[in-house]
């Protein structure tokens, strides 16, 4: 009981004081905003938390604007099914069905030819064996980079034409 007693004047100075006053909140630097929580009433469960907002890690403009439009260009679009089971064969009756694995022979002749015409011009044949061509989300990026460096450099184009009209016209009023 008496080294509890001692503990608690240790912690907390001689009996019957209370609690240390909290330390002094750090100043801001100048453009931040001070954070100065206020003082806690004696029994009270609140509990406050101050802290400044970080200056720091943000994402790209362009990142945000290529998922976006990839969102977009995939709204509307089926979701593929689940399963690829064909159920073509399911027949009712006495009706046989072949279900052996078949190769469309004209098809793959056809295909073999374009990727010979291709090979014979240097070109790639990767295109050929897409069936849903869609947009990366890197290509969707490059784009919207492009697009506002684009925006950029015509604003910038303005800026520069208004700042040499307006050196142009006070030129012209000094004479």
């Known amino acids: 009981m008496i080294a509890a007693v001692a503990l608690a ?9 209370g609690p240390p006053a909290p330390a002094p909140a750090k100043t801001a630097a100048p453009g931040e905003t001070a954070c100065v929580p206020p003082v806690p009433q004696p029994g009270s469960q609140e509990v406050v938390v101050c802290a400044t907002k970080p200056d720091g890690y943000r994402i790209s403009p362009d990142v ?3 998922k976006k439009a990839k969102k977009q260009a995939l709204a509307g679009r089926p979701n593929p099914p689940e ?12 009706a046989p069905c072949i279900d052996a694995p078949m190769v469309n022979v004209l098809g793959a ?8 015409g291709r090979l014979s011009k240097g070109q790639e ?3 050929i064996f897409v ?16 697009q506002r460096e684009e925006k950029d450099a015509e604003a ?3 800026k520069a034409a208004a700042e040499a009209k307006a050196k142009a016209e006070g030129a012209q009023n000094t004479r």
């Open 64 to 66: 945000l604007a290529a």
């Open 131 to 146: 069936t849903d061509p869609q947009l990366t989300e890197y290509q969707y990026y490059q784009l919207a980079k492009k």
């Open 9 to 17: 004047a240790a912690l907390f100075g001689q009996p019957g004081e």
């Open 109 to 116: 002749v056809a295909t073999a030819a374009q990727v010979a």
């Open 156 to 158: 910038a184009a303005k």
């Open 83 to 94: 399963t690829m089971k064909d159920n073509s064969c399911k027949v009712v009756g006495p």
């Open 125 to 127: 044949v990767g295109s």
